[in-house]
């Protein structure tokens, strides 16, 4: 069956810090994978898809980038976190949309 | 570009009662595909329902079933006997039908929290 981890969790750094958010789907090839962001009580706003190895699509200019090294491996990064980046990070795939998305556990991150 | 509506930002049920969480979407499409997800406070995202536009039945999954109205666009989900696990917040979703979807075709409600009340 298929599955999704992300990880960290939660995760508190300090403003100006690096920061790196890993999702990895398990049990299905060539996912399309997504980064979404929740600000506290508001909706999901998609930052990052990718259908492929090394092909990132962004959708709001940011602070951040992503990645996809591997098929079934996608990373968020930040060279220098602001404030503004604090929030609640959610990974997700898709083989087939029609199906909807999965999504991860999320990472709730704090930038203090 | 799809959008998706949710008029109701909050509402609350009593434990065993009935509620429906509303959700209208604008589209040009006639293909596509709705869903409502579940955020409880975990905040993990979960899948409720799903309804193919094409399908005049509305979708069932135990408690939960919706009322498609296609024509009206509008994409409602009731909950039966509410229970106190169901307390989250409920995001109506639309998906264009195409070979890949992916990015845009995506869309999100602002989403509606649910209260349980006992």
């Known amino acids: 069956s298929q599955t999704i981890h992300q990880w960290p969790a939660t995760l508190v750094q300090p403003v100006g810090s690096p920061l790196s958010l890993e999702c990895t789907v398990e049990g299905t090839s060539n996912p399309n994978l997504y980064w979404y962001r929740q600000a506290a009580g508001r909706g999901l706003q998609l930052l990052f898809y990718s259908v492929g190895i090394g092909q990132i699509s962004s959708e709001v200019p940011q602070n951040l980038s992503a990645s996809r090294p591997q098929d079934r491996q996608f990373i968020l990064s930040s060279k220098k976190l602001l404030l503004s980046d604090s929030g609640f990070y959610l990974c997700?795939?898709?083989?087939?949309?029609?199906?909807?998305?999965?999504f991860g556990s999320g990472t709730r991150l704090t930038v203090v | 570009a799809q959008t998706v509506t949710q008029s109701q930002p909050e509402m609350s049920v009593q434990e065993a009662e009935t509620v429906t969480l509303s959700c209208t979407y604008d589209t040009s499409e006639n293909n596509y595909y709705l869903f409502w997800y579940k955020q409880p406070p975990s905040r993990q995202m979960i899948l409720v329902i799903r309804?193919?536009?094409?399908?005049?039945q509305n979708a069932t999954e135990n408690r939960f079933s919706v009322n498609f109205q296609k024509a009206a666009k509008s994409f409602s989900l009731k909950i039966s006997d509410s229970q106190l696990g169901d307390t989250a917040m409920y995001f109506c979703?639309?998906?264009?039908?195409?070979?890949?979807?992916?990015?845009?075709?995506?869309?999100f409600g602002p989403g509606t929290r649910l209260s349980v009340l006992p």
């Open positions: 997700a795939w898709s083989v087939q949309g029609i199906y909807g998305y999965t």
């Open positions: 309804q193919e536009a094409y399908k005049q």
């Open positions: 979703a639309f998906m264009k039908h195409g070979v890949r979807n992916y990015g845009q075709n995506f869309v």
